[in-house]
T-cell receptor
Framework: AQKITQTQPGMFVQEKEAVTLDCTYD???????LFWYKQPSSGEMIFLIY??????QNATEGRYSLNFQKARKSANLVISASQLGDSAMYFC??????????FGSGTRLLVRP | GAVVSQHPSRVICKSGTSVKIECRSL??????MFWYRQFPKKSLMLMAT?????????EQGVEKDKFLINHASLTLSTLTVTSAHPEDSSFYIC??????????????FGQGTRLTVV
């Protein structure tokens, strides 16, 4: 199976500091998309950022940036200037050629005041 | 951005009854919708892919007679949990994509439905 791996089940970060959430993936598809979603306790899936496999530059969306290393098949999420509201589950996902999203196991982030 | 509405957000039902969950795309035509299931503190597991006007495609291990999916229009897909049992209690969430080729930048999710079978 082509998997998504998030090795950090839980992370702590001090408010206003940056944090990196790891994600590696396995695929044989030449073209694919990588996503990060935030899931607060309410359960909704909030889209954060997208990286296309052929994008030349790393994606950025406000305080979120994606450290995309294609050769290593990694797509780490960097959250800068952490806020208390960033405490949530974070899921990395890859979209395959049939548009299905395959999710990693998630990382629970807790921002400390 | 596009909006996907899922209803109900929470439902409690008795064992043996059936429950229908609706997923609507409010401002775009969703040719494909996906249904996921999430156990507590776990990841989202894809259950099935629903294409408008055709039968759903189920992932391995998902009982198609237990989880009936209907995608009768370009804006509505329904998931019916038939003869529900306590082990069917879970968080169910749908996502939708518009038509067209190529990897899209977003997959739009509904708010999710928390099902409790007692």
């Amino acid at each position: 199976a082509q998997k998504i791996t998030q090795t950090q089940p839980g992370m702590f970060v001090q408010e206003k500091e940056a944090v990196t959430l790891d994600c590696t993936y396995d695929t044989s598809d030449p073209s694919y998309g990588l996503f990060w979603y935030k899931q607060p306790s309410s359960g909704e899936m909030i889209f954060l950022i997208y990286q296309g496999s052929y994008d030349q530059q790393n994606a950025t969306e406000g305080r979120y940036s994606l450290n995309f290393q294609k050769a290593r098949k990694s797509a780490n999420l960097v959250i800068s200037a952490s806020q208390l509201g960033d405490s949530a589950m974070y899921f990395c996902a890859r979209m395959d050629s049939s548009y299905k999203l395959i999710f990693g196991s998630g990382t629970r982030l807790l921002v400390r005041p | 951005g596009a909006v996907v509405s899922q209803h109900p957000s929470r439902v409690i039902c008795k064992s043996g009854t059936s429950v229908k969950i609706e997923c609507r795309s409010l401002d775009f035509q969703a040719t494909t919708m996906f249904w996921y299931r999430q156990f507590p503190k776990k990841s989202l597991m894809l259950m099935a892919t629903s294409n408008e006007g055709s039968k759903a495609t189920y992932e391995q291990g998902v009982e198609k007679d237990k989880f009936l999916i209907n995608h009768a229009s370009l804006t509505l897909s329904t998931l019916t949990v038939t003869s529900a049992h306590p082990e069917d209690s879970s968080f169910y969430i749908c996502s939708a994509r518009a038509g067209g080729t190529g990897v899209v930048r977003e997959a739009f999710f509904g708010q999710g439905t928390r099902l409790t079978v007692v």
